[in-house]
């Protein structure tokens, strides 16, 4: 147990429709990232937040958002979704990012969405 | 950005060394070398990273090249537990001060055969 938990498990939903998956760090961790696996982009990094604040962003769609509020949990919002977006979302958690490489990050056990 | 190159698998018997390779001709001085596995149906977990040092940790040792142009995931006694696909990932330094998100190559399935 890595000590960061995922809400919904699973979710099942339709195209155009919008989701909001959680996100709880282990405590004490500052910052909180989200990946998404599909199966065939393998595991993508989508956006990072630290204490509140986007730190960066990666092969996140405009129709994805996330934020991190102030008891640290965050939220990842898709929206419109698709077909393609059917995939699994993985949010993990670090202690704080220090830039140079040296930090690990905790995952947690992921979030199923499947858009029918 | 530096890539890194993995076979995409490997099989060792049960109780046995596991030596998995990672090729990362373009490091810069400054990358750290991540190594992640993934069990089936789980999220990924961090195994152990390195800068320059052969470093050791209760899960696994990381053999860093002379050069840093290689490294190697050692698991010094494979169970059917490690079964997993691994992945070798350089995180990059941010000289702005912490964007860190990681990433995933393809990595190396490994079979571990009872």
């Known amino acids: 147990d890595s000590g960061v938990t995922q809400t919904p498990k699973h979710l099942i939903t339709a195209t155009g429709q919008r989701v909001t998956l959680r996100c709880s760090p282990r405590s004490g961790d500052l910052s909180v990232y989200w990946y998404q696996q599909s199966l065939d982009q393998g595991l993508q990094f989508l956006i990072q937040?630290?204490?509140?604040?986007?730190?960066a962003k990666g092969n996140i769609l405009e129709r994805f958002s996330a934020q991190q509020f102030p008891d640290l949990h965050s939220e990842l919002n898709l929206s419109s979704l698709e077909l393609g977006d059917s995939a699994l979302y993985f949010c993990?958690?670090?202690?704080?990012?220090?830039?140079?490489?040296?930090?690990?990050?905790?995952f947690g056990p992921g979030t199923r969405l499947t858009v029918l | 950005d530096a890539k890194t190159t993995q076979p995409n698998s490997m099989e060792s018997n049960e109780e046995e060394p596991v030596h998995l390779p990672c090729n990362h001709s373009t490091i810069s001085g400054t990358d750290y070398i991540h190594w992640y596995r993934q069990l089936p149906s789980q999220g990924p977990e961090y195994v152990i990273h390195?800068?320059?040092s052969n470093v050791n940790n209760r899960m696994a040792s990381l053999a860093i090249a002379e050069d840093r142009k290689s490294s190697t995931l050692i698991l010094h006694r494979a169970t059917l537990r490690d079964a997993a696909v691994y992945y070798c990932?350089?995180?990059?330094?941010?000289?702005?001060?912490?964007?860190?998100?990681?990433?995933f190559g393809k990595g190396t399935h490994l079979i571990i055969q009872p």
């Open positions: 937040y630290y204490n509140g604040e986007e730190r």
């Open positions: 990932i350089l995180l990059l330094f941010d000289s702005g001060g912490g964007a860190d998100g990681l990433t």
């Open positions: 993990a958690s670090s202690v704080a990012p220090s830039g140079t490489g040296d930090n690990e990050q905790f």
């Open positions: 390195g800068l320059t």
